[in-house]
């Protein structure tokens, strides 16, 4: 069963204006990273890496042993850095 945990959110700001966000919730036997989103004018400055790094840790905190994710299969940036983090494609 999915979870909400306010720990699962990290939001990236610039000042006071929101630039990125990032959400991981817990499942019954993994983390699911659900989505890691950037605005634009501040892609390819890390922040993305950044806010997903901190979901990596709230899900060591709770003590999983896999986290998941997806991206379209266009989206080669998110693809470099799930796979950069470790990520490797599921095999079904």
């Known amino acids: 069963m999915a979870s909400y945990d306010p720990r ?9 204006a929101w630039v990125g966000m990032a959400a991981t919730s817990k499942h019954e036997d993994f ?3 659900e ?3 950037v605005r634009a004018g501040y892609r390819g400055q890390g922040i993305s890496i950044a806010m ?3 979901g990596m ?4 905190e709770c003590g999983a042993s896999r986290v998941r994710t997806f ?4 989206n080669a ?3 470099a850095m799930n796979r950069k983090m470790g990520f490797v494609d599921a095999v079904d």
């Open 35 to 37: 989505m890691t989103g």
């Open 71 to 74: 991206h379209h299969p266009a």
């Open 8 to 16: 699962g959110v990290v939001i990236a700001l610039d000042g006071e």
């Open 57 to 60: 840790t709230f899900a060591e």
């Open 77 to 79: 940036s998110a693809i």
């Open 52 to 54: 997903k790094t901190f």
């Open 31 to 33: 983390m699911f990273n």
